[in-house]
């Protein structure tokens, strides 16, 4: 026993240098990103001998952080509530109708899954250029079409818990199908909508690719915006890392306020 | 009846149609044009398989398709055997293994591009910085040569990546018997006696899962390479999606790049069927 306990604490102090080891970079990101260029060059590990604020100050201007905010958060949302609105009902009506056509259907949801994006982006941004949707509804409706398989394959799966005499005591009491859905299965289908969005949302904030093809400088998100600070002050560090610092907050918020639900929902996702 | 087919067309096509719009139609087209001389508007011929006859004479694209390849390779090994240890560590009933759990998963949830910056800065910054205090001269010029840009990727990439893999193994090891686990205590089996005989087989399928998840991850990535080291020095890490990204809307070269996509596709979508393939096959045998 008391070999086991030596065991257990050398492994506590493995895991805490490991863990260390791991949130170094946030670590050394945020010390510097409060230094002046000259304390950056002095010392890169400490932090900071004396601490500047204007490094965020200018970050914050220059990556016009409250407009590129918003841009981001419009498109995550409204895009996420479309895939959940859609998917689910979609994930409904295919798991209720036993027809071979409905088979059909689902399986070319399931196979557009292997289609990569670098795959079809090209004739995709010129369709939609042709169409002249290259601003935030196109981009909305094309997180649908890249979002909708992965999102219908986990709605169909939890349909199959949810059993159709529901729907039948439901028809008898006069409700139409959509009164079904919006009463009856929507609600219980609460705990895959949670997964879907986490999964979806954590991928549309991040984009960087697809946005950067699709829309204009108006409307450009936060990784957009990263992208073009970064480049222009690629040699200037402290501005650099203040920026990145910024761009992280929203996420490390996210991460905090529903830490159980993603690490549930991005399991849930990767291992059907 | 005719009731209930209309509202089954109704619920299923907004999604029907984003799908045929967003992907199958572009699909599609975009195989056509890989074998014209597609400008990204029109075309004015065929050109039959002069694309892809092309294909097998660039450097360029060779290059990226063998660091694509090793890349995937080395992250395969690194994430799986870190991933699994790092699954072990925190459900050993540590005090920390929460903490520790949130640590090793929040990389995962911040994008490739900003992560990728944060890297330059401890690869070309911190790591020269260190280095000179304490006189490593390996920790000098990296991502300025191909061999520390490669390592740069994989250090980054297993980084970010590790916590995922790590959530699919804790979601395996929770389906271990504790009931195997006591017994085989009361034999006095040790540490590695239960590893190898009750937890590596029952976790096994789990291995299965993470690989051909790093693998076809490997193969997409885009982002982390665009912002670690932008292809650079002279394109020797240049990755395939990057690659693929450059001709198309770096050289305006649309059917060349397209034929570029289709082979992409072609091979993603390969090793997907064969992940298929395997994982039938695993659920068979149970």
């Keep these: 026993m008391k070999k086991k306990k030596r065991a257990n604490i050398i492994l506590e102090i493995i895991g805490i240098l490991i863990g260390l080891i791991w949130i170094s970079p946030f670590y050394l990101m945020l010390v510097n990103s409060f230094k002046t260029p000259k304390g950056i060059f002095t010392d890169v590990l400490a932090p900071p001998a004396e601490m500047t604020y204007d490094n965020y100050q200018k970050a914050f201007v220059e990556l016009d952080f409250v407009k590129s905010l918003f841009n981001s958060l419009v498109i995550t949302v409204v895009s996420v509530l479309v895939i959940v609105l859609f998917s689910s009902l979609a994930g409904y009506a295919l798991a209720r109708n036993k027809s071979r056509l409905s088979a059909t259907i689902l399986l070319i949801f399931v196979a557009a899954m292997l289609i990569p994006f670098q795959s079809v982006m090209i004739p995709l941004v010129s369709i939609f250029g042709m169409a002249d949707m290259l601003n935030k509804v196109g981009l909305i409706f094309m997180y649908l079409g890249f979002g909708c398989s992965l999102s219908i394959f ?43 969005a986490i999964l979806n949302t954590i991928w549309i904030w991040n984009d960087y690719l697809l946005p950067s093809l699709v829309l204009d400088s108006n409307s450009e998100t936060i990784p957009i915006k990263m992208f073009y600070f970064f480049g222009q002050y690629t040699k200037q560090w402290h501005l650099a890392l203040a920026g990145l610092t910024i761009a992280i907050i929203p996420v490390i918020i996210f991460y905090f306020s529903a830490q159980k639900q993603i690490v549930a929902g991005v399991t849930e996702g990767a291992v059907k | 009846m005719k009731n209930k087919e209309f509202s089954f067309w109704l619920f299923i096509t907004p999604v029907l149609l984003s799908l045929l ?76 293994s929460n903490i520790l759990r949130t640590v090793f998963f929040m990389p995962n949830l911040i994008g490739g591009l900003i992560l990728g910056f944060i890297w330059q ?81 029952l976790i096994a399928p789990g291995f299965t899962v993470s690989m051909f998840l790093t693998l076809s991850n490997s193969f997409k990535i885009y982002d982390q390479n665009l912002s670690l080291t932008n292809g650079g020095p002279y394109n020797s890490t240049q990755m395939m999606a990057m690659n693929i990204v450059d001709t198309a809307f770096g050289s305006n070269e649309m059917a060349y790049g397209q034929s570029k996509a289709v082979i992409f596709f072609i091979i993603v979508a390969i090793i997907s069927l064969t992940q298929v393939y395997f994982n039938k096959k695993r659920e068979v045998d149970l």
């Design chain 2, 21 to 96: 719009i967003v992907v199958i139609l572009p699909l599609l087209l975009g195989t056509y044009y890989s074998f014209t001389n597609w400008n990204g508007l029109t075309f004015t011929n065929f050109v039959g398989f002069e694309n892809y006859q092309r294909l097998l004479g660039d450097q360029q694209f060779k290059s990226a398709l063998w660091f694509t390849i090793k890349f995937a390779v080395a992250s395969i090994i690194l994430l799986n055997v870190i991933g699994l240890g790092l699954a072990l560590l925190v459900t050993s009933k540590l005090k920390t």
């Design chain 2, 121 to 201: 800065f401890i690869f070309v910054r911190v790591f020269s910085g260190v280095g000179k205090l304490i006189g490593i001269e390996a920790l000098q010029g990296w991502l300025s040569d191909t061999q520390t840009g490669f390592w740069g990727l994989v250090i980054l990439t297993v980084w970010q990546m590790s916590g995922y893999i790590m959530i699919i193994y804790i979601a395996y090891l929770q389906n271990v018997p504790n009931e195997l686990l006591e017994a085989a205590d009361i034999d006095g089996a040790s540490r590695w006696q239960k590893f190898k005989n009750i937890i590596f087989p």
């Design chain 1, 154 to 196: 986990l709605y169909h799966g939890a349909m199959t818990g949810i059993s159709s005499t529901l729907d039948e005591a439901a028809i008898i009491d006069g409700a139409s199908k959509l009164q079904i859905f919006w009463k009856i299965i929507f609600p219980l289908l609460k705990p895959i909508s949670v997964t879907v």
